[in-house]
């Protein structure tokens, strides 16, 4: 047995993620360290499994999050931090050497709550990290721009864009709104 990673005094036994895949567990911190080809062979296995409808409506669950970097138990290297969702700073960690996650205690709760625990395997692709940091940019725009207009003026706005954007003639359109005298001849 090898020695836990992110407490480094429990020692990963080998266990069950609620019975379901294999798994490492902590005996010191209870977290977990699981290979995605395991969840992936119990997903192939299970095709027709779903996780309970109530437990995505749990919004008050809360996982540890260790901050500072720790090392791949199978390869010794330093994991990568991989965002869950673009609305948490929450992050897993993950080993692209060995394809491991490492779920610290309450993590697993955490990602049955948001809906993403049938999803693990996505999680740590090149696309779900793309699309959550376009999401965090539109979020960090949306902001500005709410900064900049107000609430009620910014909801206007976006009402009015989409309008615009849908319009066949929005060329135009867009050329007398921004003409200072759109009846004169002058430029």
């Given at each position: 047995?090898?020695?836990?990673?992110?407490?480094?005094?429990?020692?990963?036994?080998l266990g069950f993620i609620e019975e379901l895949f294999r798994a490492h567990i902590c005996s010191s911190c209870?977290?977990?360290?699981?290979?995605?080809?395991?969840?992936?062979?119990?997903?192939?296995?299970?095709?027709?499994?779903?996780?309970?409808?109530?437990?995505?409506?749990?919004?008050?669950?809360?996982?540890?999050?260790?901050?500072?970097?720790?090392?791949?138990?199978?390869?010794?290297?330093?994991?990568?931090?991989?965002?869950?969702?673009?609305?948490?700073?929450?992050?897993?960690?993950?080993?692209?050497?060995?394809?491991?996650?490492?779920?610290?205690?309450?993590?697993?709760?955490?990602?049955?709550?948001?809906?993403?625990?049938?999803?693990?395997?996505?999680?740590?692709?090149?696309?779900?990290?793309?699309?959550?940091?376009?999401?965090?940019?539109?979020?960090?725009?949306?902001?500005?721009?709410?900064?900049?207009?107000?609430?009620?003026?910014?909801?206007?706005?976006?009402?009015?864009?989409?309008?615009?954007?849908?319009?066949?003639?929005?060329?135009?359109?867009?050329?007398?709104?921004?003409?200072?005298?759109?009846?004169?001849?002058?430029?």
């Amino acid at each position: 047995m090898k020695r836990c990673t992110s407490c480094k005094e429990g020692l990963l036994e080998l266990g069950f993620i609620e019975e379901l895949f294999r798994a490492h567990i902590c005996s010191s911190c209870g977290g977990s360290w699981i290979l995605v080809e395991d969840y992936l062979s119990w997903k192939r296995q299970n095709p027709e499994y779903q996780f309970p409808d109530e437990l995505k409506a749990t919004s008050n669950v809360v996982g540890e999050d260790s901050k500072r970097a720790i090392l791949c138990p199978a390869s010794g290297a330093i994991m990568q931090k991989l965002s869950i969702m673009a609305g948490s700073e929450h992050r897993l960690d993950y080993s692209p050497a060995v394809g491991g996650i490492w779920l610290d205690k309450g993590e697993w709760e955490l990602l049955k709550s948001e809906g993403l625990a049938g999803s693990l395997n996505f999680l740590v692709t090149h696309e779900w990290q793309k699309k959550i940091r376009e999401n965090r940019a539109q979020e960090t725009f949306s902001e500005v721009y709410r900064g900049k207009f107000g609430d009620e003026l910014y909801s206007k706005v976006k009402e009015i864009r989409e309008w615009l954007y849908s319009q066949e003639k929005k060329v135009e359109i867009l050329a007398y709104l921004t003409a200072e005298d759109p009846y004169s001849a002058e430029r």
